[in-house]
Structures are given as structure tokens and as C-alpha cells.
């Protein structure tokens, strides 16, 4: 599906190619970085008087049970959506590989067929 332009003789970067590189990089990036979100989200929806500005000061209260179920779940709720998106991405560009059988050609020429490796080429005893 990523690789369906290139050939084994022939490597082809595609649009399809680079824009998977990004988007598993930023799923990456969102992994790593889910715990900071958690805490940013817990912290804007259970804000307290004054609490900015003893975090503001380097001041970091004790949190509360309710807070740190809110983060626990936060915390798991990105993971599972970021998983999804993980897992549902590469099946709809599998679906969507099918729909589009595109020719391969390398260099304005079909590749060659009759290799042992390719399933319907050569050498069949």
C-alpha cells in the first residue's frame, strides 16, 4: 500500500509515502505527549481560586482524588483514540490501495514479470 509505486528494482517516493512519515510521526508525538494534555485539560476544567498563581510561582498544590481520576481517565481516553486512529488509518488506506489499481511503470516501461519472486512471472517448475 505504501511502497505499490515502487518496484524491486525501482524505489519510489510517493505523496502517499511522505504523508504516512508525518502522520506517524505526530501519533508519535501525541503518544509521548498525552500525559502533558491530560494534565492541561484536568487542570483547566477543576480550576480553583488562586490556583494559577501559585502555579504561576512554582507552586504545585496537592491534587485531589477527584483530579487525579480525571487525569488517570484523560490520560487513557488520548491513548485509546490515538490507538484508534492508528489502527482505523492504515486499514482505510489498505481499502482505499484496492479501489485504485494504478499500472506500475518505471521509467515509461512495465516491470519485469518474469522474475521468480513475482506471483505470476517465470521459472515455475
Given at each position: 500500500m505504501l511502497f505499490s509505486r515502487?518496484?524491486?528494482?525501482?524505489f519510489l517516493l510517493t505523496?502517499?509515502?511522505l504523508a504516512a512519515c508525518r502522520g506517524v510521526s505526530l501519533l508519535h508525538a501525541?503518544?509521548?505527549?498525552?500525559?502533558?494534555?491530560?494534565?492541561?485539560?484536568?487542570?483547566?476544567l477543576t480550576e480553583q481560586p488562586g490556583q494559577r498563581r501559585a502555579l504561576e510561582s512554582g507552586y504545585l498544590p496537592?491534587?485531589?482524588?477527584?483530579?487525579?481520576?480525571?487525569?488517570?481517565a484523560f490520560t487513557?481516553?488520548?491513548?485509546?483514540?490515538?490507538?484508534?486512529?492508528?489502527?482505523?488509518?492504515p486499514a482505510v488506506?489498505?481499502?482505499?490501495?484496492?479501489?485504485?489499481?494504478?499500472?506500475?511503470?518505471?521509467r515509461g516501461h512495465p516491470p519485469a514479470t518474469d522474475a521468480r519472486w513475482w506471483p505470476t512471472g517465470g521459472y515455475h517448475r
Open positions: 515502487s518496484t524491486r528494482e525501482h505523496g502517499r509515502l501525541l503518544w509521548d505527549s498525552v500525559n502533558s494534555i491530560a494534565v492541561l485539560i484536568t487542570l483547566v496537592e491534587p485531589a482524588a477527584t483530579r487525579v481520576q480525571l487525569f488517570t487513557w481516553i488520548g491513548l485509546a483514540v490515538i490507538s484508534a486512529i492508528g489502527l482505523v488509518w488506506l489498505v481499502r482505499a490501495s484496492r479501489r485504485q489499481a494504478v499500472p506500475v511503470t518505471v
